[in-house]
């Protein structure tokens, strides 16, 4: 019974490092230049190219973990739900009592593993990209009443400049960055608002 | 290097690294006892202070960053609100083993002194963070309601 119990454990555990493995694998670390998307010829087809390659990005667990589908936000590569609950609350900041500043500070504590930024908040219900199609989070990125009141120069502005947004290529402590950097990322988005800002379908 | 910090209301030098979690000086320096060492990564709450009158994990924040910012622990959190989870916590007998406990007042006083009436979901949103391994987490929200009543909440 005994070592049935441990080779269940070890097998979990295998199992487990596999999947784990397995989510790092699949995650991108690099995004191609603009220049890369030249050769495009058609601009709406170079457009959706660009913002396909931002979407690396986009959708990396990293920037997902933060743009929940529902109000509690997730956690790690493999996006499993924040633990303690907590839920987005008004603004973003965490509901009365467990703010998100409880235990997230202005700078990473690595003793402890929290990460933490002096802008740490939530996204919006209205910017939640988690289960969303790229094509679908690309139309609700462009549409003002979505994302904040952004014009598109200001959206660039928040996507190449936000200090928060920022955090997640330098996320410290065994976080996995998002791939390229926030100037290649930048570049991309503002690439793709030049080109028209078309949308993948 | 030697920090000032302000705990209970009394400055305090404490001459620690810089990465010193306020938990440990709060312990091991100032012998403040009644904040406990539970999980050291944000997990837990046992370890719940107030900074400037916020709960705050002191596990999570280093020495470095405490800055001029007030501290208050177990030993000297005061006022209505924290009278009247004192008394419900009494009255409905909270505790079991208690090594959770001084986190679930500091956390309760700081939600009802932000919700004066919470909801059962106000008060489960602002407890969860706080574990008990006795599982005392129905006489922890019966009490809360009790003291927000007492408050007048
Ligand atoms: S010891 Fe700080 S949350 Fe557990
Ligand atoms: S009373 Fe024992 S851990 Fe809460």
Redesign the interface.
């Known amino acids: 019974m005994r070592s049935l119990v441990i080779l269940l454990t070890c097998a979990i555990a295998a199992l487990t490092s596999v999947a784990l493995n397995a989510t790092n694998k699949a995650l991108p670390t690099t995004l191609q230049p603009v220049s890369a998307f030249a050769t495009i010829k058609d601009p709406k087809a170079r457009s959706v190219a660009l913002f396909t390659e931002a979407g690396k990005v986009i959708q990396h667990p990293r920037c997902l973990n933060c743009h929940p589908a529902t109000e509690r936000p997730t956690q790690t590569d493999a996006m499993r739900p924040h ?5 987005r ?1 008004d603004g973003g900041i965490g ?5 998100c ?7 990473n ?6 990460p933490g930024n002096p802008k740490w908040a939530l996204a919006p219900p209205e910017m939640a990209w988690q289960g969303k199609s790229l094509g679908d989070i690309c139309r609700q990125i462009k549409d003002p009443a979505r994302n904040g009141g952004r014009s598109m120069a200001e959206l660039v502005h928040h996507m190449a400049e936000d200090e928060l947004v920022g955090w997640g290529w330098h996320p410290g402590g065994k976080r996995t960055p998002a791939p390229g950097t926030q100037a290649e990322f930048g570049a991309l988005i503002k690439a793709w608002a030049d080109s028209g800002a078309n949308c993948p379908a | 290097m030697a920090y000032q910090i302000k705990v209970n209301g009394t400055d305090h030098s404490v001459d620690a690294d810089e ?1 010193t ?1 306020l938990l440990w000086v709060l312990r091991d320096w100032l012998h403040l006892t009644g904040t406990k060492f539970g999980c ?4 837990c ?1 046992a370890c ?1 202070v107030h900074m400037d009158g ?4 002191s ?4 020495i470095s ?1 405490v800055g001029t910012s007030e501290i208050t622990t177990i030993e000297a959190v005061e006022g209505p609100e924290a009278k009247a989870v004192q008394d419900a916590w009494v009255a409905h007998d909270v505790p079991q083993c208690g090594y959770c406990q001084s986190g679930q007042v500091m ?1 309760a006083v ?2 009802l002194r ?2 004066p009436k ?1 909801n059962d979901r ?1 008060i489960d ?5 706080n ?1 008990c391994r006795c599982a005392t987490y129905v006489r922890i929200r019966a009490a809360i309601h009790a003291a927000s009543e007492k408050l007048g909440g």
């Open positions: 633990e303690p609950l907590v839920v609350g509901a009365a009592g467990l703010r500043i409880t235990c997230h500070h202005n700078a504590f690595d003793p402890a593993g929290v | 990465d979690p050291g990564i944000a997990r709450g719940t916020q709960p705050l994990r596990c999570t924040l280093p960053a956390s700081a939600l932000e919700v919470p106000d949103l602002a407890m969860n963070g574990i």
